[in-house]
């Protein structure tokens, strides 16, 4: 059974800090590609960060210069350290792992608040 944990998230004020983590299990973790997305009240879930097998990433450009996506294999973990936080990036952000010709999956979520 496939798991995405999330974790990490909670309230931070405006210019502060988070480090989100993303704890999979039940894949074969190195050869999926795996993003964050982020989904505000009212509004759809949209992409925040991507990082590929072999180290590339990519970013929305609203998060680019603040958010830094990352991987760790012998933990199984995926990262997104997020800075200069925004009240606008207030959300859920959720974890998503993805490889070609197999299913998508996805974590339950973690909540980021940002206060101005």
């Known amino acids: 059974q496939v798991q995405l944990v999330e974790s990490g998230g909670g309230l931070v004020q405006a210019g502060g800090s988070l480090r989100l983590s993303c704890t999979a299990s039940?894949?074969?973790?190195?050869?999926?590609?795996y993003g964050w997305f982020r989904q505000a009240p009212g509004k759809e879930r949209e992409f925040v960060a991507h990082?590929?097998?072999?180290?590339?990433?990519y970013y929305r450009d609203s998060v680019k210069g603040r958010f830094s996506v990352s991987r760790d294999n012998a933990k199984n973990t995926v990262y997104l350290q997020m800075n200069s936080l925004k009240p606008e990036d207030t959300a859920v952000y959720y974890c998503?792992?993805?490889?070609?010709?197999?299913?998508?999956?996805w974590g339950q979520g973690t909540q980021v608040t940002v206060s101005s």
């Open positions: 998503n792992a993805v490889r070609f010709g197999y299913n998508n999956y």
């Open positions: 039940g894949l074969a973790f190195t050869r999926y590609n």
């Open positions: 990082h590929r097998n072999g180290g590339y990433t």
